[in-house]
T-cell receptor
Framework: DAMVIQNPRYQVTQFGKPVTLSCSQT?????MYWYQQKSSQAPKLLFH???????NEADTPDNFQSRRPNTSFCFLDIRSPGLGDAAMYLC??????????FGPGTRLTVT | GEDVEQSLFLSVREGDSSVINCTYT??????LYWYKQEPGAGLQLLTY?????DMKQDQRLTVLLNKKDKHLSLRIADTQTGDSAIYFC????????????FGTGTRLQVTL
């Protein structure tokens, strides 16, 4: 059974057109993360929530926002996607004990 | 600051053992992880080791940790074509709401 679910798996958006990616989890984990991964690179942490506490990485562009309405769901909003935002976006969860569990990712294409 | 390094590429024959190496710089690391990523997929947690351990074995996987040299390795016994993927090591320094620092990833190619 899928534990971290991301929708959609593939998303195409136009330059400057807002887009939202979603993540849900069945693990009841406190912590949820959003990563950006570009080709042949390691995942780069954008932000994470510990329960409702939002933690932004210092170098995450303002163009990226996140919402966590409840324990199970977390959203990544890209307000004005640029060509450089084309990437795989990975959601992960953790109980806070160390290991993180990743979803399958959403591949974003910007045209 | 933290820095985690891996070699970029490893090629092995099916049936041989693979050894993927990782070095890290932060001596306060508490947990070290190995993740596997197949093309177009998310990261799959393979195994992890606490920093006070030297070795952990889990079926075909053996993790060795040399804390003095800050060196971590993942050995895959009897490597199969399904093991072809990118392998990331990662370290976690703050266990609570932990943030992972990933290595650069090693692409493992398994040949027949």
């Amino acid at each position: 059974d899928a534990m971290v679910i991301q929708n959609p798996r593939y998303q195409v958006t136009q330059f400057g057109k807002p887009v939202t990616l979603s993540c849900s989890q069945t693990l009841n984990h406190n912590v949820m993360y959003w990563y950006q991964q570009k080709s042949s690179q390691a995942p780069k942490l954008l932000f994470h929530y510990y329960d409702k506490d939002f933690n932004n990485e210092a170098d995450t562009p303002d163009n990226f926002q996140s919402r966590r309405p409840n324990t199970s769901f977390c959203f990544l909003d890209i307000r004005s996607p640029g060509l450089g935002d084309a990437a795989m976006y990975l959601c992960a969860t953790s109980s806070g004990q160390g290991e993180q569990y990743f979803g399958p990712g959403t591949r974003l294409t910007v045209t | 600051g933290e820095d985690v390094e891996q070699s970029l590429f490893l090629s092995v024959r099916e049936g041989d053992s693979s050894v993927i190496n990782c070095t890290y710089t932060d001596s306060s690391s508490t947990y070290l992880y190995w993740y596997k990523q197949e093309p177009g997929a998310g990261l799959q947690l393979l195994t992890y080791i606490f920093s006070n351990m030297d070795m952990k074995q889990d079926q075909r996987l053996t993790v060795l940790l040399n804390k003095k040299d800050k060196h971590l390795s993942l050995r895959i016994a009897d490597t199969q074509t399904g093991d072809s993927a990118i392998y990331f090591c990662a370290e976690s320094i703050i266990p609570t709401a932990s943030k992972l620092t990933f290595g650069t990833g090693t692409r493992l190619q398994v040949t027949l």
